[in-house]
């Protein structure tokens, strides 16, 4: 085969709709935002060092966590009540937007009066700065319903172009603050959330003509929509307190140098779960209806081919991450390596255990992935003042790996049991290599 027809069965990848095409195409994407935010993590901590990383973080925490904790389960359930009533989509849609705003306002004003008691020793002008950046927990809240809609109608183009850009645009603010030496916490965390809001309005028109969404039969509709979006809300709740709890925890115990420390570690980790959680978002629309078998199928090819990127990755951060550290960020930030280390072997996990929880959405079982991600919430929460106060920022890693190792063993070994069926292995077989170089080679869905 020449290479000029393999690009193009790489291009046909990725502008296809098949599902290992919105795979490929997510994969990339999500590679490129978190190369991107790797990036925009070094102009951080170079500009700012340890405790200005640390208050910038700490700064973007509340809006970051609030507009994830406050969904209500709602993309979830668009996507799976949508797929299965195709002829109620308008209206499914304008509640799911509408029960969206609400939230968001709750959400807002819930951040405004936690802030005070989580920033307590980050001082007067950090406290108000991150209620005046409670006004974009609104908006978080909204784009994870308008991001479902486009999954709904396999637009992952559009999706992943939009998670590029807004990257791309907060990589040009924070570049345009240094250059005009302006960068401080404050200015940085307005350089992060400016950028969302075109693309929130570019996502909200799109819906407009697309959908045509509408609050006629609101009543019946938000029923519907919370009584299965209130289930799955635990689990998008859990799953938010698992991406921030550490945080949370740490942000009064640490000092921000230590605070600081550990943050650039955790992004820097997060490449690992680049696989998995490009994977999961189009392995739930695209299994929603069929039978369990197909699902069972599909989470069967996906995960292989998660197992074997993510142990390439996570062996990639074992040689040469205390390299990267040193390289990317300076020698400040040298105690992050064996932090690192434990925090990407979690990202496997993690990666690993969301992709292993999509049949159980598609089966109508998200109080079991609820039960589960509480599971290891709670092993986090338990370890992570005690060794984090004994250990530091390799305590705190420490904690966090072994909820999501509890969350991980967990969601295996409940697929027989709650599900009916075996689990797919979790170390992949020959046949998996085989599949996954095929598909990359011949670019079939």
Known sequence: MTIGSQLRRM???????????AVVQTGFA???VLMINVITGVISARMLGPQGRGELSALLLCPQFLSFLFTLGLPAALIVKMQQEPEAARGLLGAGIALSLIMGLAATVAGVAFVPRLLAQYGAHAILTARLLMGFVLTGVLSTVLMAALQIRDRFDSFNRIRFYQSLLVLAGLLALAAAGMFTPTSGALAYSLPALPFILWAWLWVRREFSPTLQGFRDNARRLLSYGLRAHGSDAVSTLLAQVDKVVLVPILTPGSFGIYVVAFNLSRLVTTFGFAAAPVLLPKSAGKPMHEVLAMTGRTLAAVLILTAAAVLGFALFGGLALRVLYGHDFDLAHW????????????????????PYMVANRPGAVVIMQSLGLMVTVALLAVLSSRMGINGAAAAVLIGTSVRLLCTWG????????????LVPRREDWSLLLQRLRMGTP
């Open 339 to 358: 932090a690192l280390l434990l925090l990407s072997v979690e990202a496997a996990f993690s990666g690993t255990a969301y992709v292993l929880q999509q």
């Open 11 to 21: 291009l046909t990848l990725l502008r296809g709709r098949s599902g290992f095409a």
């Open 30 to 32: 999500t590679t490129a």
């Open 414 to 425: 409940g697929y027989r049991p709650l599900l009916g069926v075996g689990a797919p292995p």
